[in-house]
């Protein structure tokens, strides 16, 4: 029986590559995918089993490296001289969601 090596920057017996976590991190974000589906359609569609908690640590991975350009939209929005304002349609912990947005960005 032969054994394949692990490619460079792989260094756990089990790593979800950068395609699988865009992959993941799109289908919570942008199709609304909830963390109760999305082991099952991983299953399906890609053959990789999955659990919730899986998906939610690599979802918290994602959101810290995406911070700094979060807190860069931030500030740009602050720092705008004409802002428009909206409650969203998401509510959290039972409360509207609010949006601020520029000509090129949205907070």
């Known amino acids: ?9 792989f260094t756990a017996p ?3 590559g950068n395609r699988l976590t865009t992959f993941v991190s799109y289908l919570s ?3 609304y995918i909830p963390f109760g ?3 099952e359609l991983l299953k399906c569609i890609c053959n990789v089993s ?3 908690g899986t998906i939610y640590n ?7 490296r995406l911070l ?3 807190e860069g939209i931030k500030q740009n929005v602050i720092q705008a001289k004409v802002i428009g304002i909206d409650e969203s349609g998401i509510k959290v912990n039972n409360y509207w ?8 960005e949205t907070f």
């Open 1 to 9: 029986m032969s054994t394949d090596q692990f490619p460079a920057g």
């Open 14 to 16: 089990v790593q979800n």
């Open 29 to 31: 974000t942008r199709q």
């Open 37 to 39: 589906r999305l082991p």
């Open 50 to 52: 999955m659990s919730e």
């Open 58 to 64: 690599m979802l918290n991975r994602v959101a810290d």
């Open 68 to 70: 700094p350009v979060y």
């Open 97 to 104: 969601t609010w949006t601020w947005q520029t000509l090129t």
